[in-house]
């Protein structure tokens, strides 16, 4: 007893110099959180342990692997047949890497549906757009260290898209690669920057967290909170419901770590790198293939070649997102209230889900003609449909308040269950 | 939207995508159709089938090692498939690797150790291409992770040659196996049956060397697929019971506020 009272004393000596444990608890504990979020809020929790999933694994890895084109292949097989439970930290950090995305798009989707980049979310959005540029170059870089065959026919696709600019475009690629093609100089630096860049994410989560926690989260009926009523706070409500959560999600990530562990990878990489052997198809990851889709899917326009047009298209499929605040004109936040919208928000699911097939076909035929199609759509989804849905449709009635909408919710569930019994 | 359509939606979509890719995973092999086989290291109880593996060794050994090297085997990882000290020590001792330099500065030959990786029959890589009519064998390490269908593509190829072995050939030096991408294959039927003589007696027809040989394969690509099964299961067990406990609990947190 005397113990515990002398450690509460010794945090409170330390909390009053440096507040952290009383950050910690106003962040973590007493976190006022609207009362009604539904499941699709567990995975901004589910991305941020993935975050540190990888880092863990990853950090475990590079202490095995050699960033060296003659010997990472070698190295990773070593992980995989030497290293004392090597295989499984290798194959968590491979499909952990999938995992990540799974959930980022689907908290991306989530913020789309309910509206959360909607003012005064804006830069919690940004923040979040900047994790997932910063996740791609990660996952690229991390696709090209284990340096089997697609993973330097990627490395060869990817960074030859910037010798698509104008004028500067060879200069900046064969800066890039630190050589006249990707060799050990770009392996080399690929493996630094993979380190690098996840520590540069967990800042950015953390200014996420910042702006998020200025106004507290977005919540289905995407109303403001207006007091006590509407929320209860984050422990134990929500870490009991985000652990439930993550258990969840950890059975499907295990399930494929256990039983599917290259489902998701393309045998080509476990066949050495070999400068002179292309593979028949080159694809990236599941997870760029509607990028890569809108990457192929530009001819030539006018005087602007279809490589660069591409490139552009591709770029600004991702930075359109960053004017999506302004783009949408709708001052109601939650698709629940928005018919029209909703309707085409589903139809933009369907759009990616189709942009994401036909990047993993050779671009030819129907593919193609299917993979330009829904280019386009993309496009008018957000600079056409998004400014004009919000001005023209007709939407529903919003509840009061957070409390009023759970109680008429949990009122129709209750109704209707004594109809049943009736 | 209520929650449960919500979820219906969601799984429809992940269904969707989920038979697509694999409908991606099959196009990607580009050879002709393959017959999924029963595997002993199939589905989420399978285990490599040990006598099998052995089997496949002996054919591997005898058959395919005189074109392909095996270069992330090492003799000691034997001792995984059920073999003793000394079993190994007569296994390697069939080899010999160079070594060096000694204390005189000179490189030496001398017979494989059990730690030593399995031998190459060539001395490099452009050796192994020259005495190939320029193909260059690959190593089968990885082959079952490292071609689209595994282990039925393996089995599909070495028992895919049709008719005899010149018969439908494509161009000089090259064989028609309907399995290989393309079709045309530099490497000759490489088996008939009979091919080995098995040390447990089992009939070495040509589909039995194919089954053996690639266990074996398998094995030598994954050799901790039965940790990584029967570890899996006590994971997912663990996660399963922990889930229904926090969802319990779950439910009681939040039972005074709906």
Redesign the interface.
């Given at each position: 007893m005397s113990n515990s009272s002398m450690g509460k004393k010794v945090v409170q000596w330390f909390d009053y110099r440096l507040p952290i444990f009383t950050f910690m608890h106003h962040s973590l504990v007493d976190y006022q959180t609207p009362?009604n979020l539904?499941?699709?809020w567990n995975f901004g929790s589910l991305a941020g342990i993935v975050l540190v999933i990888q880092i863990i694994t990853g950090i475990v890895l590079a202490m095995h692997y050699t960033p060296h084109v003659d010997h990472a292949f070698?190295s990773v097989?070593s992980i995989?047949?030497d290293v004392n439970y090597g295989?499984?930290i290798r194959?968590l950090h491979a499909n952990g890497g999938s995992a990540f995305f799974v959930v980022v798009y689907i908290h991306i989707f989530r913020g789309l549906y309910f509206g959360s980049y909607k003012s005064p979310r804006e830069v919690v959005w940004w923040m979040g757009l900047i994790i997932l540029l910063l996740m791609m170059a990660t996952a690229f870089m991390g696709y090209v260290l284990p340096w089997g065959q697609m993973s330097f026919w990627a490395a060869t696709v990817i960074t030859n898209i910037f010798s698509a600019i104008p004028l500067v475009g060879e200069t900046i690629t064969t800066w890039l690669w630190g050589g006249f093609a990707v060799g050990n100089p770009t392996l080399n630096r690929f493996f630094s920057l993979h380190y690098l860049l996840p520590f540069v994410v967990v800042g950015v989560v953390f200014l996420h967290l910042w702006a998020l926690h200025r106004f507290g989260s977005n919540n289905p009926t995407g109303i403001d909170t207006k007091g006590p009523k509407d929320t209860?706070p984050f422990h134990?409500?929500y870490t009991?419901?985000d652990?439930?959560g993550l258990?969840?999600f950890?059975?499907v990530l295990?399930?494929f770590?256990?039983?599917a562990?290259?489902?998701l990878g393309?045998?080509?990489n476990?066949?050495k790198a070999n400068p002179l052997v292309t593979p028949?198809?080159i694809?990236p990851e599941?997870y760029f293939l509607p990028f890569y889709a809108i990457l192929r899917a530009v001819p030539d326009i006018w005087f602007v070649e279809a490589k660069l047009a591409g490139v552009i298209a591709m770029f600004t499929s991702i930075l359109i997102l960053f004017v999506l605040p302004w783009l949408d004109s709708s001052p109601i936040r939650s698709?629940?209230y928005r018919p029209w919208y909703?309707q085409i928000f589903?139809f933009l699911?369907?759009d990616v889900?189709v942009l994401?097939?036909s990047g993993?076909?050779p671009p030819e035929g129907v593919w193609l003609i299917l993979g330009r199609v829904a280019t386009v759509y993309y496009f008018i989804h957000f600079l056409i449909l998004m400014p004009l849905i919000g001005r023209l449709e007709p939407t529903k009635p919003l509840p009061g308040s957070i409390d009023e909408s759970?109680r008429q919710e949990?009122g129709t569930q209750t109704s209707e269950t004594t109809r049943k019994h009736s | 939207m209520t929650p449960a359509r919500t979820w219906i939606i969601g799984t429809v979509l992940t269904v969707i995508v989920a038979i697509t890719n694999i409908g991606i995973a099959n196009g990607a092999s580009d050879g002709a159709h393959l017959t999924a086989q029963r595997w002993s290291f199939d589905g989420i109880f399978g285990r490599f089938d040990r006598t099998a593996v052995q089997r496949g060794l002996q054919v591997y050994l005898e058959v395919c090692a005189n074109c392909h090297s095996l270069e992330y085997v090492a003799y000691r990882n034997l001792t995984e498939i059920g073999y003793n000290e000394n079993q190994i020590k007569a296994i390697a001792g069939q080899y010999e690797v160079e070594d060096g330099p000694n204390n005189d500065g000179e490189m030496f030959t001398r017979t494989a150790q059990p730690s030593d990786y399995f031998v190459s029959p060539y001395a490099n890589a452009m050796e192994a291409a020259a005495m190939n009519n320029g193909a260059l064998p690959p190593d089968l390490s990885l082959i079952y992770k490292a071609r689209a269908g595994g282990a039925d593509y393996i089995y599909g190829l070495l028992t895919g040659y049709e008719g005899e072995e010149t018969e439908h050939s494509v161009a000089e030096g090259l064989y028609y196996n309907p399995y290989f991408p393309g079709g045309a294959i530099a490497m000759p039927k490489p088996l008939y049956g009979d091919d080995v003589e098995y040390a447990d007696g089992t009939t070495a027809s040509m589909e039995q060397e194919a089954r053996d040989v690639t266990t074996f394969l398998s094995w030598a690509a994954e050799p901790k697929l039965d940790a990584r099964k029967k570890l899996g299961l006590k994971v997912l067990l663990f996660l399963i019971v922990l889930s229904a406990l926090l969802f319990a609990s779950k439910r009681k947190v939040w039972r005074d506020i709906h």
């Amino acid at each position: 007893m005397s113990n515990s009272s002398m450690g509460k004393k010794v945090v409170q000596w330390f909390d009053y110099r440096l507040p952290i444990f009383t950050f910690m608890h106003h962040s973590l504990v007493d976190y006022q959180t609207p009362k009604n979020l539904n499941y699709w809020w567990n995975f901004g929790s589910l991305a941020g342990i993935v975050l540190v999933i990888q880092i863990i694994t990853g950090i475990v890895l590079a202490m095995h692997y050699t960033p060296h084109v003659d010997h990472a292949f070698d190295s990773v097989e070593s992980i995989m047949r030497d290293v004392n439970y090597g295989w499984l930290i290798r194959y968590l950090h491979a499909n952990g890497g999938s995992a990540f995305f799974v959930v980022v798009y689907i908290h991306i989707f989530r913020g789309l549906y309910f509206g959360s980049y909607k003012s005064p979310r804006e830069v919690v959005w940004w923040m979040g757009l900047i994790i997932l540029l910063l996740m791609m170059a990660t996952a690229f870089m991390g696709y090209v260290l284990p340096w089997g065959q697609m993973s330097f026919w990627a490395a060869t696709v990817i960074t030859n898209i910037f010798s698509a600019i104008p004028l500067v475009g060879e200069t900046i690629t064969t800066w890039l690669w630190g050589g006249f093609a990707v060799g050990n100089p770009t392996l080399n630096r690929f493996f630094s920057l993979h380190y690098l860049l996840p520590f540069v994410v967990v800042g950015v989560v953390f200014l996420h967290l910042w702006a998020l926690h200025r106004f507290g989260s977005n919540n289905p009926t995407g109303i403001d909170t207006k007091g006590p009523k509407d929320t209860v706070p984050f422990h134990p409500y929500y870490t009991i419901k985000d652990l439930f959560g993550l258990s969840v999600f950890l059975i499907v990530l295990l399930a494929f770590v256990f039983y599917a562990p290259n489902y998701l990878g393309h045998p080509d990489n476990y066949v050495k790198a070999n400068p002179l052997v292309t593979p028949a198809h080159i694809v990236p990851e599941w997870y760029f293939l509607p990028f890569y889709a809108i990457l192929r899917a530009v001819p030539d326009i006018w005087f602007v070649e279809a490589k660069l047009a591409g490139v552009i298209a591709m770029f600004t499929s991702i930075l359109i997102l960053f004017v999506l605040p302004w783009l949408d004109s709708s001052p109601i936040r939650s698709a629940r209230y928005r018919p029209w919208y909703k309707q085409i928000f589903w139809f933009l699911v369907i759009d990616v889900i189709v942009l994401g097939i036909s990047g993993a076909k050779p671009p030819e035929g129907v593919w193609l003609i299917l993979g330009r199609v829904a280019t386009v759509y993309y496009f008018i989804h957000f600079l056409i449909l998004m400014p004009l849905i919000g001005r023209l449709e007709p939407t529903k009635p919003l509840p009061g308040s957070i409390d009023e909408s759970v109680r008429q919710e949990s009122g129709t569930q209750t109704s209707e269950t004594t109809r049943k019994h009736s | 939207m209520t929650p449960a359509r919500t979820w219906i939606i969601g799984t429809v979509l992940t269904v969707i995508v989920a038979i697509t890719n694999i409908g991606i995973a099959n196009g990607a092999s580009d050879g002709a159709h393959l017959t999924a086989q029963r595997w002993s290291f199939d589905g989420i109880f399978g285990r490599f089938d040990r006598t099998a593996v052995q089997r496949g060794l002996q054919v591997y050994l005898e058959v395919c090692a005189n074109c392909h090297s095996l270069e992330y085997v090492a003799y000691r990882n034997l001792t995984e498939i059920g073999y003793n000290e000394n079993q190994i020590k007569a296994i390697a001792g069939q080899y010999e690797v160079e070594d060096g330099p000694n204390n005189d500065g000179e490189m030496f030959t001398r017979t494989a150790q059990p730690s030593d990786y399995f031998v190459s029959p060539y001395a490099n890589a452009m050796e192994a291409a020259a005495m190939n009519n320029g193909a260059l064998p690959p190593d089968l390490s990885l082959i079952y992770k490292a071609r689209a269908g595994g282990a039925d593509y393996i089995y599909g190829l070495l028992t895919g040659y049709e008719g005899e072995e010149t018969e439908h050939s494509v161009a000089e030096g090259l064989y028609y196996n309907p399995y290989f991408p393309g079709g045309a294959i530099a490497m000759p039927k490489p088996l008939y049956g009979d091919d080995v003589e098995y040390a447990d007696g089992t009939t070495a027809s040509m589909e039995q060397e194919a089954r053996d040989v690639t266990t074996f394969l398998s094995w030598a690509a994954e050799p901790k697929l039965d940790a990584r099964k029967k570890l899996g299961l006590k994971v997912l067990l663990f996660l399963i019971v922990l889930s229904a406990l926090l969802f319990a609990s779950k439910r009681k947190v939040w039972r005074d506020i709906h």
